[in-house]
């Protein structure tokens, strides 16, 4: 099976060693993926015409990077939000969004992380998050995060950030802001307002770090994580705060307060007993 709603990629100076790209051809899996004019020919090189999307500058230009300093890098925001509208203007109810550097999808079950080789996993989670009214961001865990050797007994976790691939649905009042952690901004403002996120560990995503690869945001975290921590911690102070861990500042959020977010099922909802493997089979 494929996604029901349309799955874009955002991409920058990765036209050779874009990953997430290689891997939906692989899977067969249909996306758009947009760029930079000036990097438009680059990519003609690695991708079909009819994929890509040539980024407006007005997205640029029009984009809220929070801070209003001299600084006129936007990292990407102008992107996303130029996603947004594009998969709003198609008629779509959702859509998927994805940084350009993720290596592979898993589904994790009885604590085997198997790779998958098909587009089912999106098409799972959308019809598990289309059976509420108030799931606004949904999206598949880091496989780094879920150890083999740990028990993980819930399928997926309430009320907290996703990452580098979202399900976003279209009509929520919102859009990305800020130059660094947009995506936990976004979540965070959805959160604030009574609405749900859910991240799934039933489905994983195995994502190369940014610092590891060149191109993609590079020119944002050569800095550091100092600046990034700070901005985030300026947007949100009631919960968010920089901290040193790990040999470096990171951002720490508490998500506590967001327990109280219950989802909310579609009126006459009637969900089938028994388990639905969607015709996937472990080889």
């Not at 003609?44 to 999307?53: C, F, G, I, S, W």
């Not at 006129?72 to 925001?77: A, I, L």
């Not at 990034?228 to 009631?238: F, G, I, R, T, Y």
């Not at 967001?258 to 080889?283: A, C, E, S, T, W």
């Amino acid at each position: 099976m494929n996604p029901s709603y349309p799955i874009y990629i955002i991409s920058k100076s990765r036209w050779e060693n874009g990953l997430t790209y290689k891997l939906l051809d692989k899977l067969d899996v249909p996306y758009r993926m947009v760029v930079e004019k000036e990097q438009y020919e680059n990519y003609l090189e690695y991708v079909d015409r009819d994929k890509l999307l040539i980024l407006p500058k007005k997205y640029s230009e029009e984009y809220d990077t929070f801070w209003k300093d001299e600084d006129r890098r936007k990292g990407s925001g102008p992107a996303r939000n130029f996603v947004w509208d594009h998969s709003t203007e198609s008629g779509a109810k959702r859509h998927w969004i994805m940084d350009d550097n993720i290596e592979g999808f898993h589904r994790l079950n009885r604590n085997i992380k198997a790779l998958v080789t098909s587009g089912t996993i999106f098409k799972i989670m959308e019809d598990f998050v289309d059976r509420y009214k108030n799931v606004y961001i949904a999206g598949p865990n880091y496989q780094n995060f879920i150890r083999r050797s740990e028990k993980v007994s819930y399928p997926f976790i309430l009320n907290t950030r996703i990452y580098s691939c979202l399900l976003i649905q279209n009509d929520i009042p919102y859009r990305w802001r800020g130059r660094y952690n947009e995506d936990t901004d976004l979540c965070l403002r959805v959160l604030k307002d009574g609405h749900c996120t859910i991240q799934f560990n039933a489905f994983l995503q195995g994502k190369v770090t940014t610092q590891r690869m060149k191109g993609g945001n590079m020119e944002i975290y050569k800095e550091g994580t100092l600046q990034k921590s700070k901005m985030l911690a300026e947007m949100h102070p009631d919960v968010a705060k920089v901290v040193w861990r790990f040999n470096r500042w990171h951002h720490l959020v508490d998500y506590s307060r967001f327990k109280r977010n219950q989802l909310v099922k579609l009126d006459g909802l009637d969900v089938p007993k028994g388990i639905n493997n969607y015709g996937m089979i472990l080889k």
